[in-house]
């Protein structure tokens, strides 16, 4: 079995440099291209006999524009993005971070993490699990696993 793993295109949370986590946002006019161009690229491994996508916006509509052809299309709350709490839907220099929150500091159960009420990571690791043991040992040649952040 052959398992794809693609983010959704830029967004305009991306864009405009704030956390939209579990909050949805559009794609941009280039993260609509971008998941054209992937599709494009995507052709010589098609088809897919499985498709699971975040139920989130920007990744249906990423989706939509890799024109997969695969008719098998799951639905999941399980491939969203990392929830940011507090922080979601605002820039991190709004918090006083003018980094944003890439830095180790964030990527753990750190004081931030846990004052901000961001989901921790092994949460994020868990239910990307559940999706790959839904699939696992069935007899699918090629998945698509569309998300962020997975």
């Known amino acids: 079995m052959e398992v794809f793993f693609v983010r959704h295109g830029e967004s305009e949370a991306n864009l405009y440099g704030f956390y939209a986590g579990q909050?949805?946002?559009?794609?941009?006019?280039?993260?609509?291209?971008?998941?054209?161009?992937?599709?494009k690229k995507l052709s010589i491994v098609k088809?897919?006999?499985?498709?699971?996508v975040?139920?989130?916006?920007?990744?249906?509509?990423?989706?939509?524009?890799l024109n997969h052809?695969?008719?098998?299309?799951v639905l999941t709350p399980l491939l969203r993005e990392r929830?940011?709490?507090k922080?979601?839907?605002?820039?991190?220099?709004?918090?006083g971070y003018p980094r944003g929150f890439e830095d180790e500091d964030y990527a753990f159960d750190s004081e931030r993490v846990v004052a901000c009420d961001i989901e921790?990571?092994?949460n994020v690791s868990e239910r990307a699990c559940k999706v790959i043991s839904?699939?696992?040992?069935?007899?699918f040649k090629r998945v698509l696993l569309v998300g962020s952040e997975i």
Do not use: M, Y
């Open 87 to 95: 922080i979601e839907g605002h820039a991190p220099r709004e918090f």
């Open 134 to 139: 839904s699939f696992k040992g069935k007899k």
């Open 47 to 52: 088809p897919f006999d499985l498709v699971i």
């Open 120 to 122: 921790p990571l092994k």
């Open 83 to 85: 929830c940011w709490g």
């Open 23 to 39: 909050k949805d946002c559009p794609l941009t006019l280039k993260g609509e291209v971008q998941a054209v161009e992937l599709g």
């Open 69 to 73: 052809g695969c008719k098998n299309v």
């Open 54 to 65: 975040s139920d989130l916006g920007r990744t249906k509509r990423t989706v939509e524009l």
